[in-house]
Nanobody, 126 residues
Framework: VQLQASGGGLVQPGGSLRLSCAASGFTLDYSVIGWFRQAPGKEREGVSC??????????YVVDSVKGRFTISRDNAKNTVYLQMNSLKPEDTAVYYC??????????????????WGQGTLVTVSS
């Protein structure tokens, strides 16, 4: 089981990025996928979550990114995306994706996340 996060980079304030979380070794459609971030000197923060399709497929975003970030899933590519628009300097962080696999049929938030991807760095700066 692996999660590969990618898509980070340097972007100016107001810009956009799309992060990808590609899964291997399991079908992410059946499990909860979450995005987290950790800024320098700060604790890890949950950003967004998407429930399994076999539950209700509901999504969640933290208030600080509501209206700017959108989580989605492409089952054909076994990948979850985090579309980030109107980026702000305070969005600068390492972003991680995680899953509650081997749990199936769960919904956000899961009891726990069992597998984590490596992080991808997002830097918002002019």
């Amino acid at each position: 089981v692996q999660l590969q996060a990618s898509g980070g980079g340097l972007v100016q304030p107001g810009g956009s990025l799309r992060l990808s979380c590609a899964a291997s070794g399991f079908t992410l459609d059946y499990s909860v996928i979450g995005w987290f971030r950790q800024a320098p000197g700060k604790e890890r923060e949950g950003v967004s979550c998407i429930s399994s399709s076999s539950s209700d497929g509901s999504t969640y975003v933290v208030d600080s990114v509501k209206g700017r970030f959108t989580i989605s899933r492409d089952n054909a590519k076994n990948t979850v995306y985090l579309q980030m628009n109107s980026l702000k300097p305070e969005d600068t962080a390492v972003y991680y994706c995680a899953t509650d696999f081997p749990t199936v049929g769960g919904s956000c938030p899961p009891i726990k996340y069992d597998y984590w991807g490596q992080g991808t760095l997002v830097t918002v700066s002019s």
